[in-house]
């Protein structure tokens, strides 16, 4: 019974590592991909961490906010959304583009 559950650990274990070098090979793929917006998002938590910069309550008045970028190229000019707003930004962003 021991080498049983010894060798479902090892199977479990063995399937964590797997996805997380598959979670990893995705993050890296998609940081290769999005070098700027990677970069921004990386400057976003550098400048939290050091308090340049604080989070402020999305307009709705939710505390847990995101930082949203409207240009990338700035990367410190970021308004704080809940994820609601967040991803209302994005899908109004994207119907704007596709009508260009």
């Known amino acids: 019974m021991m080498k049983t559950i010894l060798f479902r650990e090892m199977i479990f274990h063995s399937k964590i590592k797997e996805d997380n070098v598959e979670d ?4 890296n793929r998609w940081k290769k991909r999005n070098r700027e917006k990677h970069a921004a998002h990386a400057s ?17 008045g939710n505390v847990n906010v995101q930082a949203h ?22 899908i109004e962003k994207l119907k704007v583009e596709s009508n260009q």
């Open 24 to 27: 990893n090979s995705r993050k």
């Open 44 to 60: 976003v938590y550098r400048a939290l961490r050091k308090e340049e910069i604080v989070k402020t309550p999305c307009f709705c």
């Open 69 to 90: 970028h409207e240009d990338y190229s700035k990367p410190l000019q970021v308004e704080f959304l809940c994820s609601k707003h967040h991803k209302k930004r994005h």
